[in-house]
């Protein structure tokens, strides 16, 4: 008898490994399923804690995992490809990709940050935390309080104290919803008010609670919702900034209407176009083709410049309303030159790694990689304008004959010359504000279209002429627009902007920044 | 000015000499009879001609099709294409050049409702036969008219339906962000309807509308990022229309918005749309159409050969709206045989009651209401551009171009 | 302003024999109807669709008359005529909508389609008392004039000028046209009104309907050229190109320039939208996209091919550019935007005065 328990016990414990290892084995062929039973594999596999479905559950939701036409899985590994269920290289031949789902990735999130919660790598760990804390589970308490006890960098820390407390909110045990509901209340984000705000229909008891780490949560994100707005504005103004920098140059110091001004923004994100196409065989420089494009967009667009003030706005000079009827020719001539030559279609311009994603400021105020980069570009091209009018010769030439072109002449100015040079560098900076667009907005034909107004606007709000007047004036309709937009929505903001500036000018018709002197009665 | 108007109809035959220099290919047998004119009415250059030239081409790629399998009832075919430039008084304009002037048989056009809307009276006066390839809202029959694109019901209520589903992540709360139309107008009133049927509070309903083109997504994504922030599972339905998607998708791509967290579905992007984005950060995301390009089958096999090789570009893709053009173009064909005719009142009927192995997979049947019966099929976006089916309908589904979550529809003339 | 480049008006026989080939155009667009109205294998047959077309390029040519008004005689460049155009042509559209009644699709009694669809219950205040014919004509007028009065009232006041002008006008259309296209305006947002059924009794879409709205755009236009030259050739008329010229100086010499350009601007936005009251019935749909910039700004190139400061020449604008439009965009599909923006080009670098100076300088 005390045999037949012993050996039965024994039979227990020579057991125990067997059936874990049986989670994994029996959990693995269900990856190869339909989509709900992919995703209950999934669940079953990141609940085993087995090191060996990591691997396998990182390449199903890398989009790496194979199963052949008997449904059995394969995992790539060096050149071959290796069954998870052996360990051993297998054959992978007719085999395709397993396909998933958002369910299929939601568990691949919850079950990769189980299994990785613990992993030596920190930035595996932080995504891991995140990824529990999607999931929230009841059942990863245990795992989560394991892990926190271990864990040493104060960001993963934190994440991981959010994951616990988003699972113990869904537990049953109320000391822990306590703790849990004060944790998310310091935490201040959505996600913590999203999970507050359920929680609260839950547990009608603890109410109270809930509406206090509600009510600090709202506090913060009122003030982070302030930062953003006024970050958008920015944003927004940047971009007309931007587009209107050229304009300012041309219409501001030479006097040109250029009804084509758009189309040479156009070219400039075509040239980023080009140069991404040309470097894309080339690997080490792909990464760079951005910054690369910015001289090709100005080279492009000032070229094209030059060309057009030689060929044609030359003979109209005095007389700005006909330079603006032949322009707008011109821009429809260079619209279906692109169409014809590169197609109607949008063009695929890419952002390179360093300017996707969003950014974490101090305050937890989160703003996008590339309309970042797009302010500082906007800036960085600003200064440049200054710098160039201001220090260089090409500059001082520029303002004499602006100030008295008989008299640059007779100082041996050639006044043609710069003439031309002027207005390919308005057009040059199009091109450039092109390069940032290319990162926003459709590469089409119809490109410009969309900003020649809003930079007209914009420089003669600020004041024609006025470089400072052009960047308040762009700033500031960025951040009225943006403010607005939330209460009488994206149409009606602008049309109030615009109406604005039109009341505006008639007050001050010389614009916010206006010339004084001589050459503001010219 | 006067001679302008008076020698116009040399004119006319000079556009239709232009219109055969741009398909040069003509087969030695056809000369006998007088070809059979294709009349092309799609937006060559502004904002519209992003979409609508390829569905120009696809028309004259069907012509061409056509006049290799020895033309229709013997007789040859020959495109006449003009541009109406995405402006819609002109569309009426060039439909009555197309019919009175041209005196095309068969005429395949439009792209948005508006443009639609304006060539209806012209072909209804002058007994025309307009094909419509795109999605639309429903609402219109015209006996001038067969519409090959989806109805409401075939797109935008399964799409929803699915969003609501385990699959589709149990979604409680909906965004539906649109372009400000009649269109998305439509849809999403019709979606309202759908969604209060199935317990849905107006206060878990998010609407917003843009202008065409808008480029500045920042402050809506935001807003549907605060939106999903309140509990519950969030879902967008995109109706947003033509070159606002890539800033849109750039946006919500920036912003972090993961498919598994708020995924988005759009009735409006197809692979086209695609082409001009990076889709990486877009994995997941959904859109809801009758035809994708990743269809497998031999129909769709077919077709895809037909346009790479037409296009000369191996690269090429195809869309739902090429797709039904391609279809309505191939029942066109089968109904003047049958009916061996190409005049619009002995077509029309024999349109009625169609059939054809579509490219999407399923037997597309010609409906009485001059709508398809389409299958519906939910796909995530990848990461190569392509849209792969993860559901779809087990059979073709009927059009109804008169939704019955309208309540107005109830006392509609008839 | 810069010194006057628009030709003097052409004196003497010059001057007569424009005014014969007017005479003489006008008589031909006059037979058009009716040569329509012969069988269709007669040689002087006139098709259909000429007429429709006719008809339409008559409305612009109406539209071109207006911005020359301001334009070449008072140096008022407004780039958003087609702002006044498409306020008379909503203003008939309103009318026009009204009158189909319950014949739409929902079979309302009042409530035009679109609104019974976007849930309207009743219609909106500034919908009432189009279904009136003579409301609808007056409004057509009165908006935009209105809009014109009150742009032009703060803009000429505070000396705004030049391109100035020129850029304002165009913010104001294509403020406009955003807000049209909402559909909360109440106005049918993008799909703007179609499908019209009848104008004072007569079914459109008849034969007999496009003749009757012909000859109205034509006397409209016979009426707007009468109007316009009474105007050019009165004392007003030679202060208003004065004013043109040397704007401070006739200031200095004690006219009102605020006044006279004031006058002008709310007279040929009245004209403007009178035209585009004509215009929306024969073409059959009415949309924001007609405040789009670029067609006023093609608005303004008629009158520049043609000839400002000619009243003749605006006409001979708008048929000769339009009726090339339509020809090329048949034609030449895909290349019919370099031949037009090739002769904008042209006419600007090598004809300031337009066609109607290659016959000037002929004449000398």
């Known amino acids: 008898m005390e045999k ?33 039973e992919a995703a209950a594999a999934v669940e079953q596999l990141g609940a085993s804690a087995d090191p060996r479905a990591l691997p396998v559950l990182r390449a199903m939701a890398e989009g790496r995992l194979q199963k052949t036409p008997e449904g059995a899985l394969r995992v790539p590994q060096g050149d071959g490809f290796v069954d998870p269920a052996t360990g051993q290289p297998a054959d992978a031949a007719g085999a395709e990709t397993v396909r998933l789902n958002n369910r299929v990735r939601q568990a691949l999130r919850g079950a990769l940050g189980q299994l990785q919660i ?68 310091s935490a201040g984000t959505t996600e913590a008010r999203a999970l507050l705000i359920e929680a609260r229909i839950a547990n009608p008891d603890m109410a109270t609670a809930i509406d206090v780490s509600l009510a600090a949560i709202e506090q913060t994100l009122a003030i982070r919702r302030a930062a953003e707005t006024l970050f958008q504005g920015l944003s927004l103004g940047s971009v007309l900034l931007l587009a209107a920098l050229g304009l300012a140059v041309t219409f501001g110091v030479m006097g040109v209407i250029n009804m084509a001004h758009g189309e040479f923004v156009m070219l400039g994100a075509y040239a980023t176009f080009m140069v991404q196409e040309a470097c894309r065989g080339i690997p080490w420089l792909a990464p760079w083709s951005l910054p690369l494009a910015v001289p090709a967009a100005f080279l492009l667009a000032a070229a094209a410049g030059a060309i057009l003030e030689r060929g044609l706005i ?35 311009v890419t952002s390179p790694a360093w300017m996707q994603g ?114 308040v004036g762009a700033l500031t309709l960025g951040v009225v627009n943006k403010v607005l937009e939330p209460y009488a929505g994206a149409v009606l903001a602008k049309v109030f902007v ?11 018709p010389r614009g916010l920044f206006a010339l004084k002197g001589r050459a503001a009665e010219s | 000015m006067i001679s302008n108007a008076s020698r116009f109809t040399r004119r006319a035959t000079l556009g239709g000499l232009g219109a055969a220099l741009a398909l040069p290919y003509v087969k030695p047998s056809f000369a006998q009879s007088a070809p059979i004119k294709v009349g092309v009415l799609h937006s060559l250059s502004g904002t519209m001609a992003i979409s609508e030239t390829a569905l120009r081409d696809t028309v004259l790629m069907m012509v061409e099709y056509a006049n290799s399998k020895g033309g229709v009832l013997g007789r040859r075919l020959e495109a006449v294409v003009v541009d109406p430039a995405s402006n819609w008084p002109l569309f009426a304009e060039k439909a009555r050049e197309l019919l009175a002037v041209h005196k095309v048989d068969v005429t395949f056009g439009c792209w948005t409702s508006v443009s639609r809307k304006s060539v209806l009276p012209v072909f209804e006066e002058l007994n025309g036969l307009l094909f419509y390839p795109v999605q639309y809202e429903g609402e219109e029959e015209s006996k001038n008219i067969f519409y090959t694109g989806a109805a409401p019901n075939q797109q935008a209520i399964p799409a929803v339906e699915y969003l609501m589903s385990k699959d589709g992540g149990e979604a409680k709360r909906i965004a539906l962000l649109g372009t400000d139309y009649v269109y998305p107008r439509t849809t999403n009133r019709i979606l309202r309807g759908f969604l209060k049927s199935k317990g849905i509070a107006d206060a878990d ?4 509308y843009t202008p065409f083109g808008h480029s500045d997504w920042q402050g809506i994504v935001a807003r549907v990022k605060r939106f999903a922030g309140e509990g519950k599972k969030t879902a967008i339905v995109s109706t947003i229309n033509g070159d606002a998607n890539v800033p849109f998708y750039r946006e919500l791509g920036n912003q972090g918005i993961k498919a598994e967290d708020i995924p988005c579905v759009a009735f409006s992007v197809g692979e086209e749309e695609l082409a001009g984005i990076d889709t990486k950060p877009l994995v997941g995301h959904l859109a809801a159409w009758n035809y994708f390009m990743s269809t497998p089958g031999k129909p769709n096999e077919e077709f895809k050969a037909l346009w790479q090789s037409y296009i000369k570009n191996p690269k090429r893709v195809t869309n739902d709206p090429m797709e039904a053009t391609y279809t309505g173009f191939r029942m066109w064909m089968q109904a003047a045989e049958k009916a061996k005719s190409t005049a619009v009142a002995a077509v029309t009927p024999a349109l009625i009651g169609q059939k054809l192995m579509a490219p999407c997979g399923y037997e597309e049947e010609m409906l009485a209401n ?45 | 302003m810069s010194a006057s480049l628009a030709a003097p008006a052409p004196a003497g026989a010059g001057r007569m024999t424009l005014r014969l080939v007017l005479i003489g155009a006008m008589l031909v667009l006059a037979m058009l109807p009716v040569l329509n109205r012969l069988p269709p294998d007669s ?74 669809f976007l849930g309207y219950r009743e219609l909106p205040w500034y919908w009432l008392g189009f279904e009136h014919f003579p409301f609808a004509i007056l409004m057509a007028m009165a908006v935009p004039g209105l809009l014109a009065g009150v742009v032009g009232y703060l803009a000429f006041r505070s000396r705004i000028t030049g391109v100035y002008l020129s850029i304002i006008t165009q913010a104001m259309t294509y403020a406009l046209m955003l807000a049209f296209f909402r559909n909360d305006m109440g106005f049918g947002g993008n799909n703007g009104f179609t499908d019209f059924k009848e104008l004072l009794g007569m079914p459109l879409n008849t034969p007999s309907a496009r003749s009757t709205l012909f000859y109205a755009s034509l006397l409209l236009l016979l009426g707007s050229l009468w109007v316009c030259g009474r105007v050019t050739r009165s004392k007003l008329g030679r202060v208003l190109v004065a004013i043109r010229d040397a704007e401070s100086r006739t200031r200095f010499l004690g006219y009102d320039v605020t006044q006279h350009k004031l006058f002008v601007f709310v007279l040929s936005a009245m004209i403007a939208g009178l035209a585009g009251a004509l215009y929306v019935p024969q073409v059959g749909i009415i949309n924001p996209g007609e405040f789009s910039p670029g067609n006023s700004i093609e608005a303004v190139i008629w009158v520049a091919v043609g000839g400002r400061g000619t009243l003749v020449g605006a006409l001979l604008g708008a048929f000769s550019v339009n009726a090339l439009k339509t020809w090329l965009t048949t034609v030449a599909p895909d290349l019919w935007l370099f031949a037009l923006g090739g002769l904008f080009v042209a006419v600007t670098l090598f004809l300031p005065r337009g066609l109607i100076g290659l016959f000037q300088k002929e004449r000398r």
Do not use: C
Not at chain 1, 155 to 172: H, N, W, Y
Not at chain 1, 378 to 391: K, M, N, Q, S, T
Not at chain 2, 205 to 208: F, L, Q, R, V
């Open chain 1, 4 to 36: 037949l328990i012993a050996g039965l016990l024994l039979l227990l414990v020579l057991a125990l490994p067997a059936r874990a290892q049986d989670a994994f084995t029996t959990a693995l062929p269900g990856l190869a399923g339909g989509f709900s």
């Open chain 3, 43 to 116: 040689a002087l047959h006139v098709s259909d669709f000429i007429v429709s077309i006719t008809g339409k390029w008559i409305t612009y040519a109406i539209l071109a008359l207006a911005i020359d008004l301001a334009w070449g005689y008072a140096g008022i460049l407004s780039l958003g005529h087609g702002a006044f155009f498409a306020l008379g042509g909503y203003a008939i559209g309103m009318h026009l909508m009204r009158l189909i009644g319950p014949r739409g699709v929902y079979g309302h009694p009042t409530l035009p389609d679109f609104m019974v």
């Open chain 1, 358 to 471: 969003t950014m974490m400021l101090p305050g937890g105020i989160a703003v996008t990689q590339n309309r970042m980069w797009i302010i500082v570009f906007g800036i960085a091209v600003l200064l440049l304008v200054i710098a160039a009018i201001r220090y260089t010769r090409f500059g001082l030439e520029m303002r004499a004959v602006v100030q008295n072109r008989r008299i640059a002449a007779t100082m041996g100015i050639r006044t043609g010359r710069v003439d031309a040079l002027t207005f390919a560098f308005g057009s040059g900076i199009a091109g450039m504000a092109g390069v940032a667009l290319s990162q926003i907005d459709n590469v089409s034909p119809n490109l410009g279209t969309g900003y020649i107004i809003d930079s007209f606007m914009v420089v003669v709000f600020g004041g024609v002429g006025s470089l400072a007047g052009t960047l």
């Open chain 2, 370 to 414: 001059h709508h398809l019966s389409k299958p519906v099929l939910i796909g995530e976006i990848q990461a190569d551009g392509q849209i792969t089916t993860v559901w779809k309908t087990p059979d073709a589904v009927k059009a109804e171009n008169w939704s019955t979550y309208i309540p107005e529809n109830a006392n509609r003339r008839r």
């Open chain 2, 205 to 208: 309903i998010m609407e917003e």
């Open chain 1, 118 to 185: 613990i992993s030596p790598d920190a930035g595996e760990r932080l995504a891991a935390a995140e990824g529990v804390f999607r999931s929230r589970s009841a059942a990863n308490v245990p795992l989560l309080e394991a892990a926190l006890a271990k864990e040493t960098v104060p960001r993963i820390r934190e994440q991981m104290e959010l994951a616990l407390a988003a699972s113990q909110l869904v537990g049953t045990e109320a000391e822990g919803k306590r703790s849990a509901i004060a944790r998310l209340g």
């Open chain 1, 314 to 348: 030359r003979h109209l000079y005095g007389r700005p309303l006909e330079t603006l009827l032949m322009t707008f020719g011109v821009g429809m001539i260079l619209q279906q030159a692109v169409r014809s030559i590169f197609g109607a279609q949008n063009r695929e």
């Open chain 1, 498 to 508: 615009l109406v604005a500036i039109m009341l505006f000018i008639q007050r001050r």
